[in-house]
T-cell receptor, first 113, second 112 residues
Framework: DQQVKQNSPSLSVQEGRISILNCDYT??????FLWYKKYPAEGPTFLIS?????DKNEDGRFTVFLNKSAKHLSLHIVPSQPGDSAVYFC????????????FGTGTRLQVTL | GAVVSQHPSWVICKSGTSVKIECRSL??????MFWYRQFPKQSLMLMAT?????????EQGVEKDKFLINHASLTLSTLTVTSAHPEDSSFYIC????????FGPGTRLTVT
């Protein structure tokens, strides 16, 4: 049972444009969400997170939006840069310290020149 | 800060042998460490959660006798793949956690 889903396995965006990566979840007990960036043969790198008490969190070029009623979150990257090309995973966890993460299936972002 | 290392970064072993992978938190003490595996083009699947000084908690479907986890200190956890088979070939990633999880660079295991 995939509790966190990223329905787009890949996305191609031109440099300078907005990249929008989507993530859906089914478990209503999740209340903290994270986005990670991953290159091949490397561990995930934390990008940005959002608590369920918020609907938006922004950090530089990265903004995460959360729609609790729809159980949907999205990551916006503006402007997209070639260095953003990687696989992006969303992850979710329940409240508490260091509780386990449930990862989505990943979206491969390709930023073209 | 919050650096996590894994050793080795890649390993090739023969079928039937055992392989140990180390995960270290270099600049912080981790109350909990997690072990994941990732197959090509798939998600990270949590294998087990370990707390220092106690037995690991394995996810459903993960053989605890095959994937031995030892969390001897607040900075070191090891994963031993016993009697490895080609289907165990995968990318193994650990994370060390205080409140947030910090991931290691991963270990590529190839069993021939």
């Amino acid at each position: 049972d995939q509790q966190v889903k990223q329905n787009s396995p890949s996305l191609s965006v031109q440099e300078g444009r907005i990249s929008i990566l989507n993530c859906d979840y089914t478990n209503s007990m999740f209340d903290y969400f994270l986005w990670y960036k991953k290159y091949p043969a490397e561990g995930p790198t934390f990008l940005i997170s959002i608590s369920s008490i918020k609907d938006k969190n922004e950090d530089g070029r990265f903004t995460v939006f959360l729609n609790k009623s729809a159980k949907h979150l999205s990551l916006h990257i503006v402007p997209s840069q070639p260095g953003d090309s990687a696989v992006y995973f969303c992850a979710a966890r329940r409240a508490g310290t260091a509780s386990k993460l449930t990862f989505g299936t990943g979206t491969r972002l390709q930023v073209t020149l | 800060g919050a650096v996590v290392s894994q050793h080795p970064s890649w390993v090739i072993c023969k079928s039937g042998t055992s392989v140990k992978i180390e995960c270290r938190s270099l600049d912080f003490q981790a109350t909990t460490m997690f072990w994941y595996r990732q197959f090509p083009k798939q998600s990270l699947m949590l294998m087990a959660t370990s707390n220092e000084g106690s037995k690991a908690t394995y996810e459903q479907g993960v053989e605890k006798d095959k994937f031995l986890i030892n969390h001897a200190s607040l900075t070191l956890s090891t994963l031993t793949v016993t009697s490895a088979h080609p289907e165990d070939s995968s990318f193994y990633i650990c994370s060390a956690a205080t409140y947030e999880q910090y991931f290691g660079p991963g270990t590529r295991l190839t069993v021939t």
